[in-house]
């Protein structure tokens, strides 16, 4: 199971950005996908998920600027998931990861909740 990112980038306070990130795989069902965010010298935080039912979730800091959505659930094969970024200040500078909680399986056996990380994707807000 591999999860890749796109987007990213710089921009200037006030723009918006995308990014997105699918999930590929021997891939059962992808419980829930979203992404978190590192800043320099801060911990990772959650931006925003969401569940195979479409419930969504966001942090403090995205409420209201971010949409979280997600694209063809129910093709195991294009599990993707986009986060509209809109608005953005120079404190939502970090590197973007996203995150999936993925039924899967092997030639051995299947494995159910877990939890994979992309590699990040860096966000840069100049002001």
């Known amino acids: 199971v591999q999860l890749q990112a796109s987007g990213g980038g710089l921009v200037q306070a006030g723009e918006s950005l995308r990014l997105s990130c699918a999930a590929s795989?021997?891939?059962?069902?992808?419980?829930?996908m979203g992404w978190y965010r590192q800043a320099p010298g801060k911990e990772r935080e959650l931006v925003a998920d969401i569940t195979s039912g479409g419930s969504t979730n966001y942090g403090d800091s995205s409420k209201g600027r971010f949409t979280i959505s997600r694209d063809n659930a129910g093709d195991n094969a294009k599990n993707t998931v986009t986060l509209q970024m809109h608005d953005l200040k120079p404190e939502d500078t970090a590197v973007y990861y996203c995150n999936a909680e993925i039924d899967w399986y092997d030639s051995l056996r299947s494995y159910t909740g877990s939890n994979f990380w992309g590699p990040g994707t860096l966000v840069t807000v100049s002001s």
């Open positions: 795989g021997k891939i059962f069902s992808v419980n829930s």
